[in-house]
């Protein structure tokens, strides 16, 4: 599904590296989980395959069922199946939930030749999954991400992406800042989403997240680097005795 | 007496020497009188005056009219679909043929040029605009007073069924329009205000409005699109107690708009909102210049003025709000931003604040900034394509100046317009 080799990335203003060679490669079907210290690159990985202008790839590639996606514009990576769920997801004041969750869903599928949704359809849709996700009917009438509270707006992002049915979901600490329900709501989110054909990479500090989304395969990312890939097993190393061990393993 | 005065008086001089001065004008014939002695006074507004210091004043002093090609889309017009009372002035002149019947209940509409003496008329037409001459001279405003052969008197006795609309048509490419409009809402009536289509190669107009107690206004205004226009407007509004005065103003093409805008708030709890988008592209100067004072209590002032600038545009604002002595509990809001759609363009703002009561809450912000990366990786992260998602943050940002409208069919009616010209420019 996804496959990323190599991949080294700086800055675009300035001589900073912050991926020095990345490799991983997440099967369709499977959960692969990322953690790591901060400011090990994990963010960084995420926008970059997403598109994110800034940065600049100096070596490797990254590839999405072998279309390359260093080379698309974001939104053909969004219609090419990759999403994106925002660490930090952006308020944009004046521009309603609803129009540019339906804009989103149509211009995707305009891009990909499929038929677009219909109005009717998609406020079918949007009602059944805000509420699987306990996400108020009011609340979509808002404009994106416009006053909601940080674990509104990380169920927003899940929201999006069961909309969307992306093929690569890359979910980038969208644990944090939730309540114990709401972590739950979401891993249920998640799961519902889980598929044959759907891949996820899953990047968050907890094992708690872990407990209900149970990944495959566990990466440790540190500067720049993946470091150590195990079992979920991995994951429970980490909550127990932090990165020290691990870290001083590689080193 | 200074040089830079005297050139303007001489500017003056040589522009009336060549204009068309009405005379015998009957009732209006005192106010233009009174007004050509005010123009010869002042002089032509010039570079070096502060007031101008943004916007060139040549062009529009000048003893002709540049010229200015005819901007046909055949498309419908704006307000097309609504139901409304049409006045049309084909380059600056009053058109019989073009316009409905002059009538419709609950008001009393003359045409300017063939009105005997009316009594209200007489007692308005140059009076707000003399008004206006202070603390700030408007010459172009009295040049229009004193030249003005054409508009329309209106006087709103009860609430009309339906707003009466100002139809522009630009046939000559060398038209030099003076167009002066006087409108009266008398006690507890309702009033809506129509304006569109491009006037003619160069446009002065004056809009005095005189708004009684408890009586409303609402004026809705789409400038453009044409390319050439070069055009000068006054809007005077006098408001009495519990009044309401709401104008929108869309501004898209023109290589020169200067709108003026003089509101003053003479009766305790009125209410005056001033707006305007503005979209230009190219070689563009849009320029929104707000005066309102404040002179009673309780009242409440808005002004929200956003441009959309691209491809070397420029944009003023110059906005005061003027608080009097004695005009406590003033609510006092201003607002001007530009969003600048590349390096090229340009947003001049100075905004102002006078205050001389000490219990009033006045604000006011400017601000110019680009679209917000964040906001459009965002969209373009959700499949967005990038100028779709560039547009909807373009129009996110025009939505406050369009929410002022109060119609909702009327602000949807300016959406689309705003809509269509971001469409054509997608590249
Ligand atoms: N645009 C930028 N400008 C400057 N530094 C940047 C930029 N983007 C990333 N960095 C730096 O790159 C490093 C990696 O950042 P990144 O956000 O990818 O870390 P992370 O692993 O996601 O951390 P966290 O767990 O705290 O979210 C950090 O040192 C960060 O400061
Ligand atoms: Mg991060």
Redesign the pocket.
């Known amino acids: 599904m996804l496959e990323i080799k190599g991949l080294k990335v700086k800055?675009e203003?300035?001589d900073?590296q912050?991926l020095k060679g990345v490799d991983l490669r997440v099967e369709a079907g499977k959960v692969h989980a990322i953690m790591?210290?901060?400011?090990?690159?994990?963010?960084?990985?995420s926008y970059v395959l997403s598109g994110k202008s800034?940065y600049e790839v100096t070596d490797g590639s990254a590839t999405l069922e072998g279309e390359d996606l260093l080379d698309m514009e974001p939104e053909e990576r969004a219609a090419a199946g990759l999403f994106l769920a925002f660490?930090y997801p952006v308020e944009i004041p004046g521009v309603g939930n609803m129009t540019f969750l339906r804009t989103a869903v149509n211009s995707q599928r305009k891009a990909r030749g499929e038929e677009e949704m219909s109005a009717t359809d998609f406020l079918k849709e949007i009602r059944a999954k805000a509420k699987d996700l306990k996400i108020d009917a009011e609340m979509l009438k808002r404009p994106v991400n416009v006053g909601f509270s940080g674990g509104e707006k990380k169920r927003n992002e899940v929201l999006q992406m069961a909309m969307l049915e992306p093929k690569m979901c890359i979910l980038?600490?969208t644990d944090s800042g939730l309540d114990v329900d709401a972590m739950k709501l979401v891993a249920e989110g998640v799961n519902a989403l889980r598929s044959e054909g759907r891949g996820f990479l899953v990047?968050t500090?907890y094992q708690r997240l872990l407990d209900h989304i149970k990944p495959d395969v566990v990466h440790i990312?540190a500067n720049g680097r993946i470091v150590k890939t195990g079992g979920p097993e991995l994951a429970l190393e980490v909550e127990n005795n932090g990165y020290a061990d691990i870290l001083a393993e590689v080193a | 007496m200074n040089a830079v005065l005297k050139a303007k008086q001489e500017a003056a001089a040589t522009r009336l020497d060549g204009a068309d001065v009405p005379s015998g004008a009957g009732w209006s014939q005192a106010a233009r009188e009174d007004a050509l002695s005010r123009v010869r006074n002042m002089g032509l507004p010039s570079r070096r005056d502060e007031y101008w210091k943004y916007t060139r004043p040549d062009t529009l002093t000048s003893a002709e009219a540049g010229e200015a090609a005819v901007f046909e889309t055949g498309e419908e017009p704006v307000f097309g679909s609504f139901d409304r009372l049409k006045i049309v002035f084909v380059d600056g002149v009053f058109s019989a043929e073009k316009s409905d019947d002059l009538a419709l209940e609950g008001i009393e509409i003359s045409r300017l040029a063939e009105a005997g003496d009316i009594s209200w008329a007489s007692e308005l037409y140059g009076t707000l605009e003399a008004n206006g001459q202070t603390p700030v001279e408007r010459p172009l405003a009295a040049l229009n007073t004193a030249l003005a052969t054409d508009g329309v008197l209106i006087r709103v006795l009860n609430t009309p069924s339906k707003p009466v609309s100002l139809i522009y048509h630009h046939e000559n490419t060398r038209s030099d329009a003076v167009l002066h409009h006087v409108v009266k809402v008398e006690a507890g009536a309702s009033f809506t205000l129509l304006e569109n289509g491009p006037a003619a190669a160069r446009f002065n107009k004056v809009l005095e409005a005189d708004i009684a107690d408890k009586a409303a206004f609402h004026h809705v205004r789409a400038q453009g699109r044409d390319h050439e226009r070069r055009a000068v407007t006054h809007m005077f509004a006098r408001l009495g107690t519990e009044s309401t005065f709401k104008s929108f103003t869309l501004t898209v093409n023109g290589v020169l708009t200067r709108n003026e805008c003089i509101i003053e708030l003479t009766g305790d709890d009125a209410f005056a909102h001033v707006a305007g988008a503005a979209l230009g592209d190219g070689d563009f100067l849009h320029d929104d210049t707000v005066f309102v004072t404040h002179d009673a209590v309780n009242c409440e002032s808005r002004q929200v003025f956003k441009k959309v600038l691209r491809n070397g545009a420029t944009g003023v604002f110059q906005g005061k709000i003027l608080v009097k002595p004695g005009a406590q509990k003033t609510d006092g809001y201003q607002k001007s931003q530009s969003l600048l759609l590349d390096g090229d363009s340009q947003f001049l703002a100075k905004p102002e604040l006078e205050i001389y009561a000490d219990d009033v809450a006045c604000s006011h912000g400017s601000t110019s900034g680009a679209i917000d990366e964040d906001a459009l990786f965002y969209l373009q992260a959700r499949g967005i394509p990038k100028d779709i998602a560039t547009d909807f943050m373009t129009l996110a940002f025009l939505a406050e100046a369009v929410e002022e409208i109060e119609d909702e069919a009327l602000a949807a009616e300016i959406n689309g317009r705003l809509e269509g010209w971001l469409t054509r420019r997608r590249g």
């Open positions: 800055l203003e300035e900073k912050i790591g210290p901060n400011g090990s690159g994990k963010s960084t990985l800034g660490q980038d600490e990047i500090h990312m």
